[in-house]
């Protein structure tokens, strides 16, 4: 074997992407010449390249990444964003990839790998199994324990598909962490947006005669693939929301004190906690409204909004519309991935509207201090208002 092709097969290995007949020809070749010390090299070469991938400062990274957009933003030039993530979604996938090929360095020479995942990452668990740790930039079929393919990863999204001869239904449970963002298409077209800090249990596959049922924690954005058949359900920790096509937005986080959903298209119906989908127990929903269930009160109220505003957390943007500092403190310690502690009391019940996408938590406290003087310190991430 030519020393060019070894090297392919050897960087296919170090890829996960190697299939069985070329890892029996790597194997052959390594048994039977002195590619063996280039091999044992490389390994050792791909450990440590890794060990620094994960001292590397993404946050420090990050800001000189927003410093030249915003650099070049007041000098008004024109940048290509689109041009500019590319070559960005590049680095990280390196970085993401050395992450994992560090781990599994790591436990075949024998250590012990982390039982818990780490708060950072996202995760999936496939029907009870233990947790996988998925980066948001490889492409991958992802399998279950038992070797059977479970879903289709592209990037940030997970891709279910269709099996009607699966007559048992099996649940995964995707965990986004703070400061991140995920979507997944389930096995009957139905899109779900997720918004950092949030979790959602769902069928693997959509099994016929069965309604289709996800169980909610957090936020999320819904496009309902429409099956008059087979009404789809969301569970939240307080109502239920019953739906047979449409797009709307709930935020169901265990730390807030109301649950909302937001309907921009089609119609849903809403029961209260405890109570079933059956019609005379719903309240219809219309596009352009929200429906606010009190935790405390156990009911309804209802009001009529811009649904932008809702969802703007999409595209990665975070709307704030006559809010209190108090509860713009929950949503920016999801968005950033920071503990804010506010030891202004005051401060807590004042009102603000405004929006950011690509600002800093500095820039945005900031922001916030030319309406409502904040003397704020950083450390790591913990911010402290004094």
């Not at 296919?12 to 044992?40: G, P, Q």
Request: aromatic share 12%.
């Amino acid at each position: 074997m030519k020393l060019k092709e070894f090297e392919i097969l050897s960087i296919k290995y170090f890829c996960s992407i190697i299939n069985a007949k070329e890892l029996d020809a790597l194997v052959d070749e390594i048994d039977s010449t002195s590619n063996d010390k280039i091999f044992k090299n490389s390994s050792l070469l791909n450990f440590a390249i890794n060990r620094c991938m994960n001292n590397y400062d993404s946050d420090k990274s990050k800001k000189l990444l927003l410093d030249k957009i915003r650099k070049d933003k007041s000098l008004k030039y024109k940048l290509n964003l689109r041009t500019l993530a590319k070559y960005a979604a590049i680095a990280v996938f390196f970085l993401s990839v050395g992450y994992y090929f560090h781990e599994d360095f790591i436990f075949s020479s024998g250590f012990p790998k982390e039982e818990q995942t780490p708060n950072n990452l996202i995760s999936l668990e496939i029907d009870g199994e233990a947790p996988k740790v998925l980066s948001e930039f490889q492409n991958i079929n992802i399998k279950s324990n038992n070797n059977q393919p479970v879903v289709r990863q592209e990037g940030n999204e997970l891709i279910y598909k269709s099996n009607s001869q699966v007559t048992k239904i099996s649940y995964s449970t995707l965990s986004i962490p703070y400061g991140k963002r995920f979507s997944l298409s389930l096995s009957d077209g139905t899109k779900i947006h997720m918004n950092a800090g949030s979790s959602i249990k769902f069928p693997n596959v959509f099994v016929k005669g069965k309604k289709r049922e996800v169980f909610l924690t957090g936020e999320a954005f819904f496009e309902v693939a429409k099956d008059s058949l087979h009404p789809f359900v969301v569970n939240t920790n307080g109502p239920k929301i019953k739906v047979i096509g449409t797009k709307f937005n709930v935020s169901a986080y265990a730390n807030e004190s109301n649950i909302n959903t937001v309907l921009v298209e089609g119609s849903i119906g809403l029961a209260p906690k405890g109570r079933s989908l059956e019609e005379e127990n719903l309240s219809i929903l219309n596009p352009g409204y929200m429906a606010v269930w009190s935790k405390d009160k156990a009911d309804f109220s209802y009001k009529e909004i811009d649904t932008s505003n809702y969802t703007a957390w999409i595209t990665g943007k975070i709307v704030f519309n006559h809010i209190p500092f108090g509860d713009i403190v929950k949503k920016l310690e999801r968005h950033y991935n920071v503990t804010i502690i506010n030891h202004d009391k005051k401060l807590d019940q004042e009102i603000f509207t405004a929006s950011f996408d690509i600002e800093t938590i500095e820039e945005v406290l900031n922001a916030f201090d030319k309406s409502y003087p904040i003397n704020f310190i950083r450390s790591k991430n913990k911010i402290i208002i004094n």
